[in-house]
């Protein structure tokens, strides 16, 4: 592998440089898959049938704590890929260790949200409404959880490694990911939390 | 026992049982065959863990011919049972089981994997790529949309077969009205499939953009490739839709959601309209690489450069975004009102105006140019005035007001098959006359080709052109028979003919690759057609980094210019080449993937989760994994070179 030493260590050999591409389109599939989980989920937004409605069932608090944490752990895992640009490794591991902490606090509320709803009668089952609801949430959840695991390898391979070409790009990749899940937080909580309980 | 029952299948027939003695059969020859010529470990080393574009073509190419057949045999029972009035040769169930995995089959797991095959053997050697962009990741879209095929296949053994037709609507396919667990085979068999193809669009997506031959512009590349980009980009804005509609189709089957119900708040028109927001995209992520095919063939047999090669790109750039906008023209009927339908019906019509320029443009590129009537020319021959009589009956179609009339009915049925079959199915087979000399060293059979042609013709507009009128007449489809004093009868004798004469064509086909193999001559040097790209300018049988040297690009059609100019291509010395090494990660991943589907259709949950746990495990290990791939020395670049420069 020809190593580019002008370029970011992320972006120094040919294969690196393809990867971070094929994951920007890959991004791109990850769009269209939560756009059309919201637009299907604007088409439930009132068909509550006999269950409860929106307005009924959310709570700003548990989805503020939601919001901070990630918002945070997005900062944090920022400022790890900062670190990992100036070659710093303990720091860059550090932060993505907060980062994983954050979304594990994030994950932890969210399964507190998800048991409080099924206590209220807003199961998977209940209506289309409460069907659409958990399902948006839960894909978002569930690409969190993987991420958690994904992140969680990284720093491993970090570690035993160091940071070389491919454990960087492997980082930037991962943060990239990371970052992508907060942008459709922000627009879970505007469209579905703030939007259903105004 | 109670957990066996499940495995029935719930309207048993001869047909089924005998079948399943056939396939039980045919799997224990093909085992004890390799067994038996020692192939195990050939198999495995070549092919399994293969990471080879061209091989993992071939591979493609062996399923969707594979499928050619079973969606084939599926079709002649459907036009054996129409063939005469209140025929009793399938009963209502099976005739729904049939239509609808022949859907299934013909679409996802024929023309599908055709065209990956093409993407796959063709691409990278066009744009002088010693690779794609992810090899490993290629290797695993083939095996999951392999294992995605084999699962929807034995459903009908097994289980039993989905029946809600290929569009799969709900109320109908819904647990209420598709009680046997056919339509799980639908959801979960497709999704596998799905995801295989939804990575194979980001690789090529990432192949074309950033491993094309030094020199070689976007505006420059070949007419196939910029149609492989553009079907590939629409892939990755269409799969997702339809990942998530699976996904909710399989959540409302298996866990009781109420996304498509009818109560509680459920919106069975979503299904719908999100199939149709997949689903015609799809239409034109199958047409558009047809298209390309078709440019390839017509400027190297007209020998002239393609006419409006810019109006070319731009009418397909055209396409792909107004496809995405038509959906809502396959339920006119639905009750969506006169506003939306308009809106649709502008937008379907316009569509018809790019189509319109490339059909020119082919007519331009023919003016003038010194035709000769090879077997796959004649296929584009025969598909111009074929695809634009489809074409036309589209409009007709698009007319929202008129389409009451059509909806529904086996005019519909004539117009899709009209632009499928002379449109895909013959750049398909044109294109794999085309690049047959390259893959395996000989041509196919000429003679028999043209005649394969020709009847292939005939048997269409047998059986399909009455179509168009009994379904005028109202001949609805999707209906497993009609009576006598409908009228019907005749015509319909006239389609099963047709049909019979299109399954003789394909066994023609066959007879014809068997025919080559024994007596074609193996002589051919490495560029039989006199073709115009870089696919013909490296050796046959091409080697397994491609090129030696990187070919060096100037123009559009870089080759042709090279022979007429007489200027090198391959500049520079040889140097090691750097390739990617085997895995069996996505195989035995995807095996996983199979067994955690059957699991899933079955609601085995404990195999389920260990499946799942599997699946994560071979992630995981990916992760961990060292992997540089490995050098081939310049040594061996130059005995394997000065070896093909010898067979020619
Ligand atoms: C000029 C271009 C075209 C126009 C204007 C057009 C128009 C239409 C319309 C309006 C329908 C729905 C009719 C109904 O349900 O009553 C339809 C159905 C269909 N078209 Fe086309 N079409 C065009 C080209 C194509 C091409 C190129 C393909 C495939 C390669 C295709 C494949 C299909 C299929 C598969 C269906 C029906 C699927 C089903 O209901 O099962 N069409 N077309
Ligand atoms: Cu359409």
Redesign the interface.
Known sequence: MKIDHSLPLEYSTEENRLKIFGFWIFLGAEIMLFATLFTSYFVYENRSGNGPTGAEIFELSPVLMETILLLASSFTIGLGIHAMRLGKQKAMMSFFAVTLVLGLGFLGFEIFEFTTYIHEGAGLSTSGFTSMLLTTLGTHGLHVTLGFFWGLFIILQVKKRGLTPETANKSFIFSLYWHFLDVVWIFIFSFIYLKGMM | MDFFDRFAVPHPSFLIYASMVAIGLTVIAVLVGITYFKKWDYLWREWLTTVDHKRIGIMYLISALLMLFRGGVDAIMLRAQLAIPDNKLLESQHYNEVFSTHGVVMILFMAMPFIMFFFNFVVPLQIGARDV??PRLNAISFWLFFMGAMLFNISFVIGGSPDAGWTSYFPLAGNDFSTSVGSNYYMIAIQIAGIGT?MT???F??TI???RAPGMKLMQMPMFTWSALISNLII??????L???L??GT?DRL?????F?I?????DM?WAN?FW?WGHPEVYILILPAFGLFSEIISTFARRNLYGYKSMVASMVVISAFSFFVWAHHFFTMGQGALANSFFSITTMAIAVPTGVKIFNWLFTLWKGKIEFTTPMLYAMHFLPLFTLGGVTGVMLAMSAADYQYHNTMFLVAHFHNVIIPGVVYAMLGGLTYYWPKMFGFMLNERIGKWTVWLMSIGFVLAFIPMYITGLDGQARRMYTYSEATGFGPLNMVAFIGAGIMAISFALLVYNIYYSVRYSPRNIGNDPWNARTLEWATHTPVPEYNFAVMPQVKSTEAFWDAKKNGHEIFKGKIEKI?MPNSSGLPFIMSCIFFVFGFSMIFSIWPLAIISLLGILGCL?YR??EKD?GHYIPVEEIEETETKLRGAK
């Open positions: 962009a992810f939804l669009g980001i690789n997506i990432t953009f950033k491993m990755v804005f269409a799969f997702p839709v990942t998530v509609l996904a909710m959540m866990f009781d959601t109420k996304f119900a109560g509680d708040g459920g919106s979503l999100l927001v750097h995981v992760s961990f540089h």
